[in-house]
């Protein structure tokens, strides 16, 4: 077979796929791939494979997450986003304007998607190499459909157990493991502690006076954290502590 035609009907294979994805109207899709125009600068590679503006209501985006940012602008804008992927992690996303007050970032490693109008974006974040993240950026009169709001089952699970060596000094509970994002990280008591142990985000804040209690047996509510090196636990007693598990 030709490779232009080859490399055509992969072309629209993937445009296909984004607009399912994005929640387009079938037949919309089919009317807009088979318009001569479009099929012209499909076959010519004018359009690559990647949205031309206004030919579709959504593009691809990726963003290399290789060089650090701090309120980096990324200048896309539409009405919707779907996180396609993120390899990254702490990939946090502010919307339009820049205020002396942010409010709260959205995190693209552990959000499927937001719906809110933007003109641009701007995000924070360590440097990662080969890291990235894709996002299908929908404009006007498109509706995500619901299953993209939704987090795919894990396909392995990992559990393990931290006791606090000395009582009165917390510890994390890992040096790294990762939490998939989306995840949740669960956390509980040991039934073989004899006293509280105490949950908290720093060693500090782990302490009896500050710390979430647990009895012996008790379980955290679920907790949406990237790592579970951002959770500290302190016990009353040495070598008394907690399991936890996530999906990897």
């Given at each position: 077979?030709?490779?232009?035609?080859?490399?055509?009907?992969?072309?629209?294979?993937?445009?296909?796929?984004?607009?399912?994805?994005?929640?387009?109207?079938?037949?919309?899709?089919?009317?807009?791939?088979?318009?001569?125009?479009?099929?012209?600068?499909?076959?010519?590679?004018?359009?690559?494979?990647?949205?031309?503006?206004?030919?579709?209501?959504?593009?691809?985006?990726?963003?290399?997450?290789?060089?650090?940012?701090?309120?980096?602008?990324?200048?896309?804008?539409?009405?919707?986003?779907?996180?396609?992927?993120?390899?990254?992690?702490?990939?946090?996303?502010?919307?339009?304007?820049?205020?002396?007050?942010?409010?709260?970032?959205?995190?693209?490693?552990?959000?499927?998607?937001?719906?809110?109008?933007?003109?641009?974006?701007?995000?924070?974040?360590?440097?990662?190499?080969?890291?990235?993240?894709?996002?299908?950026?929908?404009?006007?009169?498109?509706?995500?459909?619901?299953?993209?709001?939704?987090?795919?089952?894990?396909?392995?699970?990992?559990?393990?157990?931290?006791?606090?060596?000395?009582?009165?000094?917390?510890?994390?509970?890992?040096?790294?493991?990762?939490?998939?994002?989306?995840?949740?990280?669960?956390?509980?008591?040991?039934?073989?502690?004899?006293?509280?142990?105490?949950?908290?985000?720093?060693?500090?804040?782990?302490?009896?006076?500050?710390?979430?209690?647990?009895?012996?047996?008790?379980e955290a509510p679920p907790m949406l954290v990237a790592n579970a090196n951002l959770v500290f636990v302190d016990s009353e007693v040495d070598s008394e502590g907690v399991s936890f598990y996530t999906e990897t």
């Amino acid at each position: 077979m030709d490779p232009a035609v080859l490399m055509l009907a992969g072309n629209l294979a993937s445009q296909w796929a984004i607009g399912l994805k994005l929640g387009v109207k079938i037949d919309d899709i089919k009317k807009v791939m088979t318009d001569p125009s479009y099929m012209a600068l499909m076959a010519q590679g004018a359009l690559g494979t990647e949205m031309m503006e206004g030919i579709l209501p959504f593009s691809r985006v990726t963003i290399d997450l290789g060089t650090a940012r701090t309120l980096g602008v990324v200048n896309i804008a539409g009405q919707q986003v779907a996180v396609e992927s993120c390899t990254g992690i702490g990939v946090a996303c502010y919307l339009n304007a820049i205020s002396p007050t942010l409010p709260d970032p959205l995190y693209l490693d552990r959000v499927k998607g937001f719906k809110w109008p933007f003109q641009r974006i701007y995000l924070t974040h360590t440097a990662q190499a080969g890291k990235s993240v894709v996002l299908l950026v929908g404009r006007a009169g498109l509706e995500l459909n619901e299953e993209d709001w939704q987090t795919n089952n894990a396909t392995s699970w990992i559990t393990l157990r931290k006791v606090v060596a000395h009582h009165g000094t917390g510890e994390a509970l890992a040096t790294d493991q990762p939490v998939p994002a989306g995840r949740h990280l669960r956390v509980k008591a040991l039934l073989t502690n004899s006293k509280s142990v105490y949950l908290g985000y720093t060693v500090a804040s782990s302490a009896a006076a500050l710390g979430w209690p647990l009895l012996p047996g008790d379980e955290a509510p679920p907790m949406l954290v990237a790592n579970a090196n951002l959770v500290f636990v302190d016990s009353e007693v040495d070598s008394e502590g907690v399991s936890f598990y996530t999906e990897t």
